[in-house]
């Protein structure tokens, strides 16, 4: 019985074994005909002759185990083989490889085969569906580039300012006031630049020529300074400087000749009794305060000509103007037109044979030389009419868009010149005004947390000091003991019946009335921020 179990294990544990189990399977087809191995034999496959007169060598004895192929192998399934009868091997053919041919479960070939209809037919509908959303984006993209192409060619030639430029006035720190473009910001920037440079070479008794601070003025602001700028400078403010052409200055450079001429710059400065004039630093200050001056001025002027563009017209007086109209653009203010600079003396040279004839008229006699003005004056009337009067197209009425149709034209009128009003207020508010507003519009939530103070300590009167630590741990806005003293006082100042102060040697004390509603008193609080904002 041992015997029996040991001779069975190695049979089982051959390395044949398992091969002969998985060719009895699925062979693989040959050329040759041979009996059929039987499980418990051992003997090897006899190598099949070569071929007659072929050189090639014969196939091996081993052959490769190859997986059934869904393209190369046939569709039927073959008959199952039998351990006791003969299998025909067929040689596969060139350019073919040999397949395994494996039983198939007749059971599951007709559910395998709806599966895979429903599959393709499914994978059609998709591969239709991608086909149809593939032309529709080809579409959409056509139609997105010919509008694009539409918009770029409806645009001006000239390129967009950048954002940081268009809206630097709405990126100003601070309250709103009569802030200066991007541009006349960098203008007045160049000026300061300008002058210290000037100041710098004229009190060492240096002549000041447009390259030397040229080159100055670029190194300490990292952008180019052009002979437009400085006629920028001199538009703004033409009492500066004084311009020259000069030669036979030493430049100390190989591009320059001495023999050349050369822009020079001299500061203007009032004459001292005793001592040449200096450019000191006070009146550097002051050039430089009247040169913002004169760039506010202007845009003064931009915007009186804004103002008296609306509907109704507006008009602020100068003095009062503390900030631009909300709707003004301040940023959209035309540039400075550059003042005419001197330019260096035209020296004539004869150059072209047209130059020669133009010089050889100064040689002809009077007559001939009359006679042939009267000739040129004659040949250039018929063809070079005088320019026509430029006709300024009609300005059309004021018309009211269509969803304002059927609404009273009084009550616009009316509605109008009350948002000029407010709007009017707003631009000559002063900066202490300002400030009350704000403080005005966080009074109704102070007061309800103030009330809840008084609840929670359960107190008649508090200080000042505890009162305002516990308000603003209280409240959402960020304020410090010593605003929130301020908010207090103001408070009891516009409700002295609701909220009263009292100053108890060195404590302030306050007192507030529990059993007055909160709703009458946000209301009264309310109505004054609005009377005071208009």
Not at 125 to 143: H, W
Not at 307 to 334: I, K
Request: glycine share 4%; proline share 10%.
């Amino acid at each position: 019985m041992a015997q029996r179990r040991v001779t069975e294990f190695f049979a089982r544990r051959r390395p044949g074994s398992a091969a002969r189990r998985a060719k009895s399977a699925c062979r693989t087809p040959s050329s040759a005909v041979g009996p059929a191995l039987t499980p418990g034999s051992s003997r090897k496959r006899a190598r099949p002759p070569a071929a007659p007169g072929s050189s090639r060598p014969g196939p091996p004895a081993r052959r490769r185990l190859r997986l059934q192929d869904a393209d190369s192998c046939p569709t039927s399934p073959p008959a199952p083989i039998s351990p006791g009868k003969k299998v025909k091997r067929t040689a596969p053919s060139e350019g073919q490889l040999p397949c395994l041919a494996a039983p198939k479960d007749k059971a599951l070939s007709k559910d395998t085969i709806s599966e895979l209809q429903s599959r393709l037919q499914r994978a059609r509908v998709l591969g239709a569906q991608a086909q149809a959303l593939r032309a529709s984006a080809q579409k959409d993209a056509k139609e997105t580039s010919t509008s694009e192409a539409e918009g770029s060619a409806e645009q001006p030639c000239g390129e967009k300012a950048p954002a940081y430029q268009r809206f630097h006035a709405l990126a100003q720190p601070g309250p709103p006031g009569l802030v200066l473009p991007y541009k006349y910001q960098v203008l007045a920037e160049m000026f300061r630049s300008m002058d210290t440079i000037v100041g710098m070479l004229h009190n060492r008794s240096e002549t000041v020529t447009f390259a030397k601070v040229k080159q100055a003025v670029q190194d300490m602001m990292r952008r180019r300074f052009e002979e437009r700028n400085v006629g920028q400078i001199k538009t703004v403010y033409p009492e500066s400087y004084r311009f020259r052409q000069e030669r036979n200055i030493p430049t100390f450079k190989d591009g320059v000749k001495r023999s050349d001429y050369q822009l020079t710059i001299e500061p203007v400065l009032e004459s001292e009794a005793g001592s040449a004039p200096q450019l000191t630093a006070s009146r550097l200050l002051q050039r430089r305060q009247l040169f913002s001056r004169n760039l506010v001025e202007r845009v003064k002027e931009h915007h009186r000509a804004f103002l008296a563009s609306l509907s109704p017209p507006m008009a602020v007086p100068e003095d009062q103007l503390t900030r631009w109209h909300p709707r003004f653009n301040v940023d959209g203010v035309p540039d400075i037109e550059p003042a005419e600079l001197p330019q260096p003396p035209s020296t004539e040279r004869l150059t072209t044979a047209q130059e020669v004839l133009a010089r050889a008229r100064s040689l002809m006699s009077p007559r001939m030389e009359k006679a042939l003005s009267d000739m040129a004056l004659r040949s250039a009337e018929p063809s070079s009419p005088g320019p026509p009067s430029p006709v300024l197209p009609a300005t059309p009425p004021a018309t009211p868009p269509s969803a304002l149709k059927g609404v009273s034209q009084a009550l616009l009128e009316r509605i109008r010149a009350k948002e000029a009003q407010k709007q009017l207020a707003q631009m000559t508010r002063r900066p202490e005004q300002e400030l009350r507003l704000q403080r005005l519009e966080r009074l109704p939530e102070l007061a309800r947390v103030l009330r809840g103070v008084f609840v929670s300590e359960r107190k008649p009167a508090l200080t000042m000091d505890v009162a305002c630590a516990r308000m603003v741990g209280s409240c959402r806005a960020a304020l410090s003991p010593g605003e929130m003293e301020q908010h207090v006082r103001l408070l009891a100042e516009l409700l002295p019946d609701w909220l009263s102060l009292h100053r108890i040697r060195t404590d302030t004390y306050i007192k507030l009335d529990k059993a007055t509603d909160l709703t009458s008193i946000a209301a009264r609080l309310a109505h004054q921020a609005r009377a005071e904002g208009l």
